[in-house]
C-alpha cells in the first residue's frame, strides 16, 4: 500500500521558514517524480514545486520562486519543501504528489496523493 506522509506544516508569522517533509513508503521511491501542491479554502489545487527522479531537475511555480526550495533524499525516501519568506497568501494545505517515472505539474497526471498538512501565514 503506498502511503505519502507529509509532517512539518504549521503556524509562522510572514516572513518566516518553515519546512515541509514528506515521507514516502509501500512504491520504488527513485523512480518516481515527486512534488508538492495546494489548495487555498475556496481555490483549486495548484502546482507549487517539482523534483525529478534524478535529483536533477526542479521545477516551480512563479509565486513561490526564489522563495520555496524542493529536494529529495532517496536514501529516506523522502522529499522536502523548505519554504522562506513566507507570505500570507502562501497559506493553504499542501499536498505531496508522486508519478511514477516523471515529474508530476499537474493535478491530472499525479498517481498519489498524500493527506495533506496547513500551512498558515499569519500577517
Known amino acids: 500500500q503506498v502511503q505519502l506522509v507529509e509532517s512539518g506544516g504549521g503556524l509562522v508569522q510572514a516572513g518566516g521558514s518553515l519546512r515541509l517533509s514528506c515521507a514516502a513508503s509501500g512504491l520504488p521511491f527513485s523512480r518516481y517524480g515527486m512534488g508538492w501542491f495546494r489548495q487555498a479554502p475556496g481555490k483549486e489545487r495548484e502546482f507549487v514545486a517539482a523534483?525529478?527522479?534524478?535529483?536533477?531537475?526542479?521545477y516551480y511555480a512563479d509565486s513561490v520562486k526564489g522563495r520555496f526550495t524542493i529536494s529529495r533524499d532517496n536514501a529516506k525516501n523522502t522529499v522536502y519543501l523548505q519554504m522562506n519568506s513566507l507570505k500570507p497568501e502562501d497559506t493553504a494545505v499542501y499536498y505531496c504528489?508522486?508519478?511514477?517515472?516523471?515529474?508530476?505539474?499537474?493535478?491530472?497526471?499525479?498517481?498519489?496523493w498524500g493527506q495533506g498538512t496547513q500551512v498558515t501565514v499569519s500577517s
Open positions: 504528489a508522486a508519478r511514477y517515472m516523471i515529474v508530476v505539474t499537474t493535478t491530472e497526471t499525479t498517481d498519489y
Open positions: 523534483i525529478s527522479r534524478s535529483v536533477g531537475s526542479t
